[in-house]
């Protein structure tokens, strides 16, 4: 079973999914855990994911641009 993670720390997920159950399975060749960072879907130089909340307000939301694009390029 493949399992594709996509966030934007791809470093602090490693640690944890590389113990325990997961391991093991990994090891075993039950799951394949690929991990991906969000902002390699980005468009600017920046690889900016976030932006401020339409209309405004406090806070900050994430673009739905990074997170299609990576899903569509995943799917393949």
Do not use: Y
Request: hydrophobic content about 40%.
């Amino acid at each position: 079973m493949r399992i594709d993670i996509v966030t934007l720390f791809p470093e602090i997920c490693r640690a944890p999914l590389s113990e325990s159950i997961l391991k093991r399975a990994q090891e075993k060749g039950i799951v394949a855990l690929h991990i991906h960072n969000l902002r390699d879907w980005t468009t600017d130089k920046h690889h900016i994911v976030d932006d401020a909340p339409f209309g405004g307000g406090q806070g900050m939301v994430m673009k739905p641009e990074p997170i299609f694009a990576a899903v569509e390029d995943l799917k393949r």
